[in-house]
């Protein structure tokens, strides 16, 4: 399976951009960039996904390489609610990895009043 | 639309015993994942079902083991209860059809203590 690597943790402010990296330098051609987000004692909600171009929705923004080693999540406003374990995921198109998402350990974001 | 329903919710088991979990995915989805979330871990892929088959499985023993119904709704069993399976259980479910390029949407979980 393809892996992703993300930071441990990262802080912001509140009303503050931030901007999460992943780095997944195996990625091959048909796998998608997913990223989903964790709440204490919840399941994992869907934040973007992308595969070429850069994506937009009404939660935040996703910012993908040109030679698609990495991608950037873009959160333009953190507000409090936005704190939460951030994982970068590739959900793989081929074979044995069809549709399966492979979990890392994810980016701890903590937001500052 | 309730989205994903997981039940129960808590449950405690003793070591040795089987558990069945339950899942009820989103109305309209026909693939249905389960993911074991140890504490301050990810979630790793169990299982995927789809057609009533299991189409992909993680790296999990032949303890866990699960079924799907024609209503697209699945079961999650483990036997043999171990102190390490004690975990936060989720699943989650997609259409088949677009499922690379779609959002998979995950109950909130059956959370497992295995005493």
């Known amino acids: 399976d393809a892996k992703t690597t993300q930071p441990n943790s990262m802080e912001s402010n509140e009303e503050e951009p931030v901007h999460l990296p992943c780095n997944h330098s195996?990625?091959?051609?048909?796998?998608?960039i997913h990223w989903y987000r964790q709440l204490p004692s919840q399941g994992p909600e869907y934040v973007i996904h992308?595969?070429?171009s850069n994506v937009n929705n009404r939660m935040a923004s996703l910012a993908i390489a040109e030679d698609r080693k990495s991608s950037t999540l873009i959160l333009h406003r953190a507000t409090l609610r936005d704190a939460a374990v951030y994982y970068c995921?590739?959900?793989?198109?081929?074979?044995?990895?069809?549709?399966?998402?492979?979990f890392g350990q994810g980016t701890i974001l903590t937001v500052h009043p | 639309d309730a989205g994903v329903t997981q039940s129960p919710t808590h449950l405690i088991k003793t070591r040795g015993q089987q558990v069945t979990l339950r899942c009820s995915p989103k109305?309209?989805?026909?693939?249905v994942s389960w993911y074991q979330q140890a504490l301050g871990q990810g979630p790793q892929f169990i299982f995927q079902?789809?057609?009533?088959?299991?189409?992909q499985r993680g790296n999990f023993p032949d303890r866990f083991s699960g079924h799907q119904f024609p209503n697209y709704s699945s079961e999650l069993n483990v036997n043999a209860l171990l102190l390490g399976d004690s975990a936060l259980y989720l699943c989650?479910?997609?259409?088949?059809?677009?499922?690379?390029?779609?959002?998979?949407?995950f109950g909130q979980g059956t959370r497992l203590t295995v005493v």
């Open positions: 992308g595969l070429t």
């Open positions: 109305s309209g989805h026909d693939t």
């Open positions: 989650a479910s997609s259409p088949r059809v677009s499922l690379m390029n779609t959002e998979a949407f």
């Open positions: 079902y789809y057609e009533e088959e299991e189409r």
């Open positions: 195996t990625i091959s051609g048909t796998d998608y």
């Open positions: 995921i590739l959900r793989g198109a081929g074979g044995t990895s069809y549709g399966k998402l492979t």
